[in-house]
């Protein structure tokens, strides 16, 4: 009996949407939080969206965070003082 690949690569090629998906959503924070890097005597302040920090992040997320920004706008709102 032959054995085709053809069965993997479909379930391979229809996992990896839903990996991205799921790694976007374990990752995002849209509320943001402040986050500080030391780079010698000075201190680097930032604005993040992930769990995760760096400029990768937002560059591998970026088509989805534009849909996610679509779909809940509130969500993404920086609330800044006291309720």
Do not use: C
Not at 14 to 23: A, D, F, I, K, Q
Not at 45 to 71: A, C
Not at 74 to 83: C, D, F, T, V
Request: hydrophobic share 45%.
């Amino acid at each position: 009996m032959k054995r085709h690949a053809a069965p993997i690569l479909a379930v391979v090629l229809l996992l990896l949407p839903v990996l991205y998906v799921g790694s976007y959503l374990a990752l995002v924070t849209p509320e943001g939080a402040i986050t500080h890097t030391f780079q010698g005597n000075s201190v680097r302040i930032g604005w993040h969206h992930y769990r995760v920090s760096g400029t990768w992040i937002g560059n591998v997320f970026w088509p989805l965070e534009q849909i996610d920004r679509k779909v809940r706008p509130g969500a993404w709102e920086i609330k800044l003082g006291s309720p």
